[in-house]
Each structure stands twice: as C-alpha cells, then as structure tokens.
C-alpha cells in the first residue's frame, strides 16, 4: 500500500472531508423522531470540551461510534451493553432521524448522537484520554486512487483518535474492501500511540452485529476484515 507519510499531527485543524453531503430521501417519520428525540439525545457541536459524564448523567465507559448509518447497528451495540455510554456521530440527516427512531422505540438511555463532521467532534469536542473505545464500522472506501485523500483513516486522524483513548482502551474498524482494509492496516501500524491486539486482522468479534453493509459485501464475495487496535499503557505521546 502506498499510504500517505506524514509527520505527526496530533491535532489536524484542517482536512478534506471523508464524506460528501447529500440530503438522501427523510421520511416523514425519521424527520419526526429527529425533530423530537434530538433536543433530549442530540448534543450540538461546538468549539468546546464536552463532559461526557454530565452529557449521560453518569460515570461509565464511552465509546465513540462514528459513522452510524441508519442507526441499526449502533443501537443494537448500545441495548446488548447497557453498562457502557455510546455517542454516536453521523452527518447524513436520514441517518441520523432512523437512529432517534430507535432510539426512542428502543428506550435506549446510553445513547447519545451529534450530527457533524466526526473528525472536528474529536478535534474540539471530546477531551484527550476521555474513550474506552471507538467504532469505525465500514468507512467510505473511496476506491479511486484520485480520492485516497478522502478516506476517513489517515495518518494524522489516527494520531488524533489515539490520544482520545484511554490507555488501554481500544479503536476497532472493519471494511469489506480488501484495498482499505490493508491501508487502515498501514496507517494504524504506523502510529505510535496504538498497537494491534491480533498479528494483522482481528477475527470479527460476537458482540459486533452483522451490517448490511457486511450482508452485501459477504453476498458480493468481499472478505471483511477487522482490525482492533490499542491505546498503548506505556510510552505514551504528551
């Protein structure tokens, strides 16, 4: 793979966005339940440190899922481990109305959602050394060479997810593009705040639902591959 050298960047105050807006079809209902659960679920990005304790009302592990789709996955993690915080970000407006629909139908209380660019949340919002864990379940894998620069695991965000984890705590992706599987390899193996808990890809854990996305690569012939990677206890950046 021929990812991108850089030097360390641990707090990247510019990027190209993984994602591209589109408005995509809201239903009525999804519009609904957006307009009703985020005031009580939704936490609205700005330029500050969020006290994640204060924003669940608790003392718990949190775990940042970025990129929740429809929300299927994200709220099935959050009901099957009710002993842990999840906040969710999404930027897609449909995306994020299914999961406050679940959210509510579901009586989920440890779920959370901010609907923004994931990499200015961990920027500005989320203190350094504050997560147990992050999810980054089938990222767009730009798989155009001319748009490598898109893709959302770059060097100076794996540098910057890093040190949002706690020591030891844990940065599990998954992708069913065998291409993007090897550069998220790369890159994470190239940051020296993390370190790989298998000898390349970690086998896909019982905990973590099947996705559509996973449904259809499987379907397509694509292998998903999961890589889990940890904060490291010793030897840590400033």
């Known amino acids: 793979m021929n990812a991108p050298k850089t030097s360390r960047a641990p707090e990247p105050r510019a990027h190209i966005r993984s994602f591209v807006r589109r408005q995509g079809h809201l239903s009525g209902a999804q519009a609904r339940y957006r307009d009703a659960m985020m005031p009580k679920i939704g936490a609205p990005y700005a330029k500050r440190l969020l006290d994640l304790d204060a924003l669940f009302g608790r003392a718990a592990p949190k775990v940042l899922e970025i990129g929740c789709g429809m929300g299927e996955t994200t709220a099935r993690i959050a009901a099957d481990h009710p002993e842990n915080d999840y906040l969710g970000v999404e930027v897609h407006t449909p995306g994020v109305g299914s999961l406050c629909k679940r959210i509510a139908e579901m009586g989920l209380a440890n779920l959370r959602v ?8 961990a920027r500005d919002m989320l203190p350094e050394a504050s997560l147990s864990g992050i999810h980054v379940f089938f990222p767009d894998p730009w798989p155009k060479k001319r748009h490598w620069k898109r893709r959302l695991i770059q060097p100076a965000f794996a540098a910057l997810l890093a040190s949002r984890l706690k020591p030891g705590g844990y940065l599990h992706c998954a992708t069913d ?27 896909r854990p019982d905990w973590r639902p099947l996705t559509k996305f996973e449904r259809r690569g499987l379907r397509l012939g694509h292998g998903v591959r999961d890589l889990v990677f940890a904060r490291k206890t010793f030897g840590l950046m400033p």
Not at 114 to 121: K, L, M, P, T
Not at 191 to 203: D, F, S, W
């Open 177 to 203: 593009w065998e291409e993007y599987a090897a550069w998220m390899l790369e890159v994470l193996a190239a940051e020296p705040g993390l370190v790989n808990t298998a000898r390349e890809y970690a086998p």
């Open 114 to 121: 901010i609907q923004h660019d994931a990499v200015e949340v």
